[in-house]
């Protein structure tokens, strides 16, 4: 709208000065002819003004000058007027966004303060972490003393039949005569399988199963049968073998044999031995340590291990003894 008016002005602006062009060939200035009646004829009847009337014609000029600069000076301030509102709506649009991003700024701001990662939602994850591990290592340990509970607890669950441990057997004793397992029925018996030139273990379980058999004697009032048997034939004769179980009980039997013999009876209580590396006549052999308990009827009950002690092993047999039934 604003062109269109200033387009209009200069028109009439043209046209005017095209006017005026030709008034100021036919008006001269005088103070004679009054200034209405200048405004009456200037733009309808300039040929019947005379020539010394050019003075008023200026004045004409000058109102005409006067209207068309009003004219144009509105259009220019319907212009300006645009123009301003058009810079109010852009300064109201930059407003706007300046609001925009202070609002942007101010929900930034928010979102960290009341986020995820506030100091408060980081306190409640710390204290629930540690509840949590905690509570983890509180049950971890109530299971390992399950664990360790249930392992020390007897069960009696049951009994699936003896092992195939034990059987009959023909050796010779430590005073030269020969006798079976039938020699040993009636009584209960604890076995032994080592050998006389052995430098501490077998020395070690036979004291304990000498004392073991005091004990039980005195706590229980039990009768038990000692019993050696060596598994080295080579070098453990009637004679070696008597004189060594002789230093550990007075009831101590010893039993020895031939080759096969000790082999057979080896085989029929599981007993594992083996000649170690020979240096002339010297030499070891490695033996399982165990202690088997054989009922009445030499049937075998239980075995201890060399992790068993004195004590251990009297309470074990007792145990045994007590609860045995045929």
């Given at each position: 709208m604003a062109s269109i008016i200033t387009t209009k002005a200069n028109h009439f602006r043209y046209a005017t000065r095209f006017?005026?062009?030709?008034?100021?060939?036919?008006?001269?200035?005088?103070?004679?002819?009054?200034?209405?009646?200048?405004?009456?004829?200037?733009?309808?009847?300039p040929k019947f003004f005379p020539v010394g009337t050019r003075g008023y014609g200026n004045g004409s000029l000058t109102l005409c000058q006067r209207f068309l600069s009003s004219a144009a000076g509105g259009a220019n301030v319907n212009q300006e007027k645009l123009a301003s509102d058009n810079g109010t709506n852009d300064d109201s649009g930059k407003g706007k966004e300046s609001e925009g991003e202070q609002d942007q700024k101010s929900d930034a701001g928010k979102s960290v303060r009341g986020g995820p990662i506030s100091w408060l939602s980081f306190l409640l994850l710390v204290v629930t972490g540690a509840g949590l591990v905690l509570y983890y290592d509180r049950e971890k340990k109530r299971h390992i003393q399950e664990i360790h509970t249930a392992s020390e607890a007897v069960k009696q669950g049951p009994s699936a039949g003896k092992a195939a441990i034990g059987g009959p057997f023909r050796l010779i004793n430590h005073d030269g005569k020969y006798v079976t397992e039938k020699d040993f029925f009636g009584n209960w018996t604890l076995l032994y399988f080592g050998f006389?030139?052995?430098p501490d273990i077998c020395p070690d379980e036979l004291q304990k199963l000498a004392a073991a058999v005091d004990k039980i004697k005195a706590k229980a009032g039990i009768e038990i049968v000692p019993v050696f048997i060596s598994v080295d034939p080579e070098r453990d004769t009637v004679e070696q073998v008597g004189e060594y179980v002789k230093e550990f009980h007075?009831?101590?039997?010893?039993?020895?044999?031939?080759?096969?013999?000790?082999?057979?009876?080896?085989?029929a209580y599981r007993v594992y031995y083996m000649k170690t590396a020979e240096e002339d006549s010297d030499y070891l052999v490695d033996h399982s340590i165990v202690i088997y308990l054989m009922d009445p009827d030499m049937g075998f009950?239980?075995?201890f291990g060399k992790n068993n002690d004195v004590d251990s092993l009297t309470d074990g047999v007792i145990k045994e003894i007590k609860q045995y039934k045929k």
């Amino acid at each position: 709208m604003a062109s269109i008016i200033t387009t209009k002005a200069n028109h009439f602006r043209y046209a005017t000065r095209f006017l005026s062009s030709h008034l100021l060939r036919y008006i001269t200035p005088s103070s004679s002819f009054h200034h209405t009646h200048l405004l009456r004829f200037s733009f309808f009847t300039p040929k019947f003004f005379p020539v010394g009337t050019r003075g008023y014609g200026n004045g004409s000029l000058t109102l005409c000058q006067r209207f068309l600069s009003s004219a144009a000076g509105g259009a220019n301030v319907n212009q300006e007027k645009l123009a301003s509102d058009n810079g109010t709506n852009d300064d109201s649009g930059k407003g706007k966004e300046s609001e925009g991003e202070q609002d942007q700024k101010s929900d930034a701001g928010k979102s960290v303060r009341g986020g995820p990662i506030s100091w408060l939602s980081f306190l409640l994850l710390v204290v629930t972490g540690a509840g949590l591990v905690l509570y983890y290592d509180r049950e971890k340990k109530r299971h390992i003393q399950e664990i360790h509970t249930a392992s020390e607890a007897v069960k009696q669950g049951p009994s699936a039949g003896k092992a195939a441990i034990g059987g009959p057997f023909r050796l010779i004793n430590h005073d030269g005569k020969y006798v079976t397992e039938k020699d040993f029925f009636g009584n209960w018996t604890l076995l032994y399988f080592g050998f006389t030139h052995c430098p501490d273990i077998c020395p070690d379980e036979l004291q304990k199963l000498a004392a073991a058999v005091d004990k039980i004697k005195a706590k229980a009032g039990i009768e038990i049968v000692p019993v050696f048997i060596s598994v080295d034939p080579e070098r453990d004769t009637v004679e070696q073998v008597g004189e060594y179980v002789k230093e550990f009980h007075p009831k101590l039997i010893g039993l020895t044999g031939s080759v096969d013999e000790v082999k057979s009876v080896a085989r029929a209580y599981r007993v594992y031995y083996m000649k170690t590396a020979e240096e002339d006549s010297d030499y070891l052999v490695d033996h399982s340590i165990v202690i088997y308990l054989m009922d009445p009827d030499m049937g075998f009950v239980k075995f201890f291990g060399k992790n068993n002690d004195v004590d251990s092993l009297t309470d074990g047999v007792i145990k045994e003894i007590k609860q045995y039934k045929k």
